[in-house]
């Protein structure tokens, strides 16, 4: 069975910068799609990033140049690097993986708050 775990999620003021990461278990075919998604209070969720495992990536207008995402395919982790954070990115980020053929899988979520 697949499950992702999130981490690294928290406060930070705006400018500021965080890193979450998402490991995934279990049976993984090794041609996937990772993404981050978020869902802001009253909002529908939205795509963040997504990276193809042979490193494709794609990001949301809103986040280009500021986020980054990242995989580790021998350890089955995705990663966002999140900079120069604005109030507007306050969510809580859910990591995905997507299998051809299998379908899709989300992890439990985490709260980035943007604040002064």
């Known amino acids: 069975q697949v499950q992702l775990v999130e981490s690294g999620g928290g406060a930070v003021q705006p400018g500021g910068s965080l890193r979450v990461s998402c490991a995934a278990s279990?049976?993984?075919?090794?041609?996937?799609?990772m993404a981050w998604y978020r869902q802001a209070p009253g909002k529908q969720r939205e795509l963040v990033a997504s990276?193809?495992?042979?490193?494709?990536?794609n990001y949301a207008d809103s986040v280009k140049g500021r986020f980054t995402i990242s995989r580790d395919n021998a350890k089955k982790t995705v990663f966002l690097q999140m900079n120069s954070l604005k109030p507007e990115d306050t969510a809580v980020y859910y990591c995905?993986?997507?299998?051809?053929?299998?379908?899709?899988?989300w992890g439990q979520g985490t709260q980035i708050t943007v604040s002064s």
């Open positions: 990276m193809h495992s042979l490193g494709n990536a």
């Open positions: 279990g049976s993984i075919f090794s041609l996937n799609t």
């Open positions: 995905n993986l997507f299998i051809p053929g299998q379908g899709a899988y």
